[in-house]
């Protein structure tokens, strides 16, 4: 079946810095990656979608600065969160979307990134 | 804003109980639907989903009903054991600047004692 690997699964990070998280699929083409954030008890939040070549687009309230999107790649898309803050911690999920899938909407999630920033 | 939001944010039964799980979705226009199963630190996992065209959908275990009369949406879940004790979203396809998206509602805790 469809795979989606997250990396890393958890990260410690100092207030200021940078953090890159990737996410690929495995065994298929995604021409559309998603992330999203998810803090404690509560659902996952839509941040931002991703063509393959393509800018991102940013969900109202996602400030694109500080959330840096990259898919360059069919199989590779990067979230990177600038100058990360103790507010910036969460857990954020990535899902990419293989339209050659059967069925047509074939989503497939990540495991997931704990940030915690100090 | 719309939202895809829960009727209860949790439930408790019984093992060997059937667990009802409902969605309340805003978005007409919607036109697939997922009932993911997430346990703690880990991302969602896809339990059954649903087209717009479709008014029930079984699986094993597992029925998820659509009403697009009333914008409801339910995961039945057959004879509960512990090992399905989790929390569930329902998430709706819906179109965005992009193409299209899955937005997830609130999530429901079940919470499944033997």
């Known amino acids: 079946g469809a795979v989606v690997s997250q990396h890393p699964s958890r990260v410690i990070c100092k207030s200021g810095t940078s953090v890159k998280i990737e996410c690929r699929s495995l065994?298929?083409?995604?021409?559309?990656m998603f992330w999203y954030r998810q803090f404690p008890k509560q659902s996952l939040m839509l941040m931002a979608t991703?063509?393959?070549?393509?800018?991102?687009?940013?969900e109202q309230g996602v400030e694109k600065d500080k959330f840096l999107i990259n898919h360059a790649s069919l199989t590779l898309s990067t979230l990177t969160v600038t100058s990360a803050h103790p507010e910036d911690s969460s857990f954020y999920i990535c899902s990419a979307r293989d339209v050659g899938r059967n069925p047509a909407y074939g989503y497939t999630f990540g495991s997931g990134t704990r940030l915690t920033v100090v | 804003g719309e939202n895809v939001g829960l009727h209860l944010p949790t439930l408790s039964v019984q093992e060997g109980d059937n667990s009802i799980i409902n969605c309340a979705y805003s978005n007409s226009a919607s036109d697939y639907f997922i009932w993911y199963k997430q346990e703690s630190g880990k991302g969602p996992q896809f339990i059954i989903d649903i087209r717009s065209n479709m008014d029930k959908r079984q699986g094993q275990r597992v029925t998820v009903l659509l009403n697009k009369t009333v914008k409801h949406l339910s995961l039945q879940i057959a004879a509960t054991q512990p090992g399905d004790s989790a929390v569930y979203f329902c998430a709706e396809n819906r179109a965005n600047q992009a193409g299209t998206a899955l937005i997830f509602g609130k999530g429901t805790t079940l919470s499944v004692s033997s």
């Open positions: 991703s063509n393959e070549g393509s800018k991102a687009t940013y």
């Open positions: 065994d298929f083409q995604a021409t559309t």
